[in-house]
């Protein structure tokens, strides 16, 4: 079994945790917070000893250039986890460049099965490393926003900062 590192840290779009296995970031998630006031946190393992990581810091890093708007391309490993037709989803979309957009029809035929829109649907819903799998690039084939976990806000400001 490995082990498990992760930080949780302040972004522009609120608190986030980045888990890393120690070899590949395997979640990244906004963290609700609704009682508690806001602190800085540490990275923590779930005994809740110090346990930093250079991985999750350097995602972090990664994220905070990214809102900068200084970096395009994560060059961090990834591993998600999920089915294999989840993971042929989420590879499709880390093609999607940086600015740009798909239709969840476009991204079931980049996946070679034209015919799984929903299921595109159903997996971005279920992309477990928010930002750096961009699922906020895929829209309704009318170029509308459609569904998104953090909310057709969040969704809309993501692809703003990457238009500018």
Not at 40 to 49: F, H, I, R, V, W
Not at 96 to 123: D, F, H, L, W
């Amino acid at each position: 079994m490995k082990n498990t590192f992760y930080g949780i840290f302040d972004t522009p779009f609120g608190l986030v945790k980045i888990i890393s296995d120690g070899e590949a970031i395997t979640s990244l998630k906004r963290v609700i917070v609704e009682s508690e006031p806001l602190r800085p946190l540490s990275m923590t393992d779930a005994k809740g000893k110090e346990n930093p990581n250079d991985l999750v810091h350097k995602a972090k890093k990664q994220l905070d250039e990214y809102f900068a708007g200084k970096r395009r391309v994560f060059d961090i490993p990834l591993r998600p986890n999920g089915t294999v037709f989840q993971q042929s989803v989420w590879n499709a979309l880390e093609e999607i460049p940086y600015g740009e957009t798909r239709s969840y029809k476009q991204v079931a035929e980049m996946i070679g099965n034209p015919k799984a829109c929903r299921a595109v649907g159903m997996a971005n819903n279920k992309n477990p490393i928010w930002i750096m799998i961009p699922c906020h690039r895929v829209i309704g084939a009318d170029g509308s926003l459609t569904g998104y976990g953090g909310g057709l806000d969040m969704k809309k400001r993501l692809l703003e900062l990457e238009r500018k």
